[in-house]
């Protein structure tokens, strides 16, 4: 098979992006196996001799994996640290204090991107779920109201901004400039969270009604009050010190 060249390459290329996007949303396959078996299969479509095609994957996946691998460690850990301390529970209350409850969901989106920057989305929405229900009991607002900044923030700097995965992975392969990377990603990205967040909960709350009875939030709620009432917050000044480490 005549290897493809020029423009039809990058047609090939976002078929294949389109087919990976629709495996992992709509079919719930697995990433690392649809990634694999997508790879194989544009290789093997754009005509790249079968005797290259499994080096050429374990190469790319190893020089990869080489470069993410200690920085997804570390932040593996700050994120463990963060939860066992308290030090997200401690910003969200000195942000919640600062704004006021008029403004909080403003304060839930800053609290979920300060968080976000240094830890995985799924270690910060577990960091954080508790105190978006404890802040829900506190104003008698909406969960929406709550809930649509946090999940905004912690999906803008997940998917823009290193030392997250996909961002790095983009830095890897492009060799582009961390630094850069991460201010542009908070150029483009603040103004994303402000829209997706704050401004569209805003909207969508006064249409939403959400049950009053959440047997989740009260799982939350009684052991997240239960943890703060056996230990001591650390200050706010060592947490962002902890977190702008990286």
Known sequence: MPAVHGSMLLVYA???IAVLILMIARYKVY????????????????????????????????NTLGHIAIVVGLGTILGKMMAESGGAARIANTLINLFGEK?????????????????????????LIPIAFNVVRRTGKSLLLIGLPMVAGLS??????????????????????????????????????????PLFALLIHKFVKLPDANALAEQFLQKHGD???????????????????P
């Open 227 to 245: 943890t703060e009432k056996k230990r001591d917050l650390p200050s706010f000044g060592i947490t962002l010190f902890t977190i702008c480490c």
């Open 31 to 62: 990433p690392f196996f649809v990634l694999m078996i997508v790879s194989v299969l544009l290789a093997l479509a754009v005509g790249m001799p079968m005797d290259k095609i499994v080096k050429t994957f374990e190469t790319g996946n190893g």
């Open 103 to 127: 403004n909080i969901h403003w304060a839930m989106m800053i609290v979920a991107i300060i968080v976000g920057l240094p830890v995985f989305f799924e270690v910060s929405f577990v960091l």
């Open 156 to 197: 803008v700097v997940h998917g823009l901004i290193p030392p997250h995965p996909a961002a790095l992975l983009a830095v890897q392969a492009y060799h582009a400039d961390i630094g850069k990377t991460i201010a542009y990603g908070l150029i483009v990205g603040i103004p994303t969270a402000i829209v997706a967040g």
């Open 14 to 16: 976002v078929i294949a």
